[in-house]
T-cell receptor, first 113, second 113 residues
Framework: GEDVEQSLFLSVREGDSSVINCTYTDSSSTYLYWYKQEPGAGLQLLTY?????DMKQDQRLTVLLNKKDKHLSLRIADTQTGDSAIYFC?????????????FGTGTRLQVTL | DTGVSQDPRHKITKRGQNVTFRCDPI?????LYWYRQTLGQGPEFLTY????????KSRLLSDRFSAERPKGSFSTLEIQRTEQGDSAMYLC???????????FGPGTRLLVL
């Protein structure tokens, strides 16, 4: 079955790097995503990675995928107070047709001064 | 492009009442998804439309829930005889054909008293 796990909380100081981790169980996942959710708001797509890639970089964001260990991470460089939010990883088994997303429980990132 | 919009943003109702939520997807997105998010959890898939056809429904979607997308544009989600356990954020997302990225609206927060 599908199961996505994340640690619940991470606290970092402004300017440091944040690393948010996620593990998933379904080896047939084809896409993995990172979404950001601010209080009372919907989900903002940050980035995604196709399962045949190991790494993807987008400005301050770096996604690493270890398919063997079913481990996904999101690194945020130079973390700012505006990065404080809940971060969800999600997987899908998209095969060129639409696919539902399975989300983790979210990691709350707190950025301190 | 204004993004995915949802209405209302908040709804308070008494147990046993019916409620209806609306989602307007991004223009030209033919796929539309509904998710439910309870406090402290990640979103859970409810149902999915491609154009006007409802192609998949989760077991979470009890007989009291019905979703429609009559003209393949906006969608409505109705909950009949609401229960306190229905209290949650209801999120809508849309995507383009052939793309695996889903864009979320701000959500409708439902509180059943």
């Amino acid at each position: 079955g599908e199961d996505v796990e994340q640690s619940l909380f991470l606290s970092v100081r402004e300017g440091d790097s944040s690393v948010i981790n996620c593990t998933y169980t379904d080896s047939s996942s084809t896409y993995l995503y990172w979404y950001k959710q601010e209080p009372g708001a919907g989900l903002q797509l940050l980035t995604y990675i196709f399962s045949n890639m190991d790494m993807k970089q987008d400005q301050r964001l770096t996604v690493l995928l270890n398919k063997k260990d079913k481990h996904l991470s999101l690194r945020i460089a130079d973390t700012q107070t505006g990065d404080s939010a809940i971060y969800f990883c999600a997987e899908s088994m998209g095969t060129g047709t639409a696919s539902k997303l399975t989300f983790g429980t979210g990691t709350r990132l707190q950025v301190t001064l | 492009d204004t993004g995915v919009s949802q209405d209302p943003r908040h709804k308070i109702t008494k147990r046993g009442q019916n409620v209806t939520f609306r989602c307007d997807p991004i223009s030209e997105h033919n796929r539309l998804y509904w998710y439910r998010q309870t406090l402290g959890q990640g979103p859970e898939f409810l149902t999915y439309f491609q154009n006007e056809a409802q192609l998949e429904k989760s077991r979470l979607l009890s007989d009291r829930f019905s979703a429609e997308r009559p003209k393949g544009s906006f969608s409505t989600l109705e909950i009949q005889r609401t229960e306190q356990g229905d209290s949650a954020m209801y999120l809508c997302a849309s995507s383009l054909p052939g793309e695996e990225t889903q864009y979320f609206g701000p959500g409708t927060r439902l509180l059943v008293l």
